[in-house]
């Protein structure tokens, strides 16, 4: 189960420059994944190499999750619900906007859930997995909802 109890201070430091990695290739692909927003072939008329933007992705979305799986355990719904929480809140669709809502909407969540599961004042910690759950859960579903009934 996921948990952020066994993270040392080296291994803060490791993680954190995985993460700076993953980050700043996201940052790098922002222009590309703009223009993917309007479809390959607008993309391609921009001069978007789609194979090399995609390997990137690919390799920044790999060091970004994999490393905070690695070092805290795998962490479900927060992943999928909080980039979709952040369009809602921002109504926007640029990257630009998006990357850091994200990113710190992510985290505050995760520190939210975190004293959630810590209970404070209770002798028991809930698996962090089950209030990240409580939380990603209800968006997903009116996700889910608004794309059926559209």
């Known amino acids: 189960m996921g948990s952020f109890s066994g993270i040392s201070k080296e291994g803060i430091w490791i993680m954190f420059m995985i993460v700076l990695a993953g980050s700043a290739l996201s940052v790098y692909n922002i222009k590309d994944l703009n223009a993917l927003l309007l479809g390959e072939a607008y993309a391609k008329s921009l001069g978007v190499n789609l194979d090399n933007t995609r390997k990137r992705i690919l390799i920044a979305t790999t060091l970004l999750a994999g490393s905070v799986t690695a070092f805290c355990g795998p962490i ?75």
């Open 76 to 150: 479900g719904f927060i992943g999928i619900a909080v980039p979709h929480i952040a369009r809602m809140i921002f109504r926007n669709a640029d990257h630009k906007v998006l990357l850091p809502a994200t990113a710190l909407l992510g985290a505050s969540l995760m520190i939210i859930a975190d004293t959630i599961s810590q209970m404070p004042g209770q002798p028991e910690v809930l698996p962090i997995n089950t209030v990240s759950a409580l939380l990603g859960v209800p968006v997903i579903l009116i996700i889910i909802l608004k794309s059926k009934f559209l």
